[in-house]
């Protein structure tokens, strides 16, 4: 786990520590001391904690004027012990959407577990962004996170399944990963390979 650092290769367009809109802004980073953990497992100290024990993110990039963010996440996303859902939303998500971050691609790669509980929080997070004409995306779940979405349903409030998975974003550039995105959301665009 300590070896997955979030993806940096768009650093020279994007750094949320750099962004003052950002709710990163002004984080600094050891790049030689661990102290964050997943259960019992370091991770990069690249990562940023938004409040839950077991699921970290790292806002990618943020186009304040198109409205869109990419984050990455890591760990496991539970719902039901730890309502990471509630952090999301609150210590991340409201603080983008008051600056006016209505579309999201999340990255969840490396979301190795999703326990579901209560969808208040996603049907929120859906209720808040629908009039501004926007959207939530989970890209590349593995199989057994995509069950366990699909069976806590929150296909009602969010975009993922096998349409957006096997995307191969990591050699684009974030505006071409948001047009797609938004393509085969509208029907425009079949994948992005």
């Given amino acids: 786990?300590?070896?997955?650092?979030?993806?940096?290769?768009?650093?020279?367009?994007?750094?949320?520590?750099?962004?003052?809109?950002?709710?990163?802004?002004?984080?600094?980073?050891?790049?030689?001391?661990?102290?964050?953990?997943i259960y019992n497992y370091f991770i990069h100290p690249q990562w940023d904690e938004f409040g839950s024990n077991t699921l970290y993110l790292k806002v990618l990039y943020a186009d304040y004027d198109e409205g869109y963010a990419i984050i990455e996440l890591i760990g496991e996303w539970n719902d039901c012990l730890y309502n990471d859902s509630m952090y999301l939303k609150r210590e991340v998500v409201d603080y983008l959407s008051e600056k006016g971050i209505y579309r999201y691609?999340?990255?969840?790669?490396?979301?190795?577990?999703?326990?579901?509980?209560?969808?208040?929080?996603?049907?929120?997070?859906?209720?808040?962004?629908?009039?501004?004409?926007?959207?939530?995306v989970f890209i590349n779940t593995l199989q057994h996170v995509h069950e366990e979405m699909n069976d806590a349903q929150l296909h009602f409030y969010v975009n993922f399944g096998a349409n957006f998975n096997d995307i191969n974003w990591r050699p684009h550039k974030p505006k071409v990963i948001y047009e797609a995105i938004e393509g085969m959301l509208n029907g425009k665009v079949k994948r992005l390979y």
């Fill in 1 to 37: 786990m300590h070896t997955i650092e979030p993806y940096f290769r768009w650093r020279d367009e994007y750094v949320a520590a750099e962004d003052l809109d950002s709710p990163f802004y002004g984080r600094t980073y050891d790049e030689f001391y661990y102290s964050k953990k």
């Fill in 105 to 136: 691609i999340m990255l969840c790669e490396n979301v190795l577990n999703f326990h579901g509980g209560d969808n208040d929080y996603y049907e929120e997070w859906y209720e808040d962004i629908r009039d501004e004409d926007g959207w939530i």
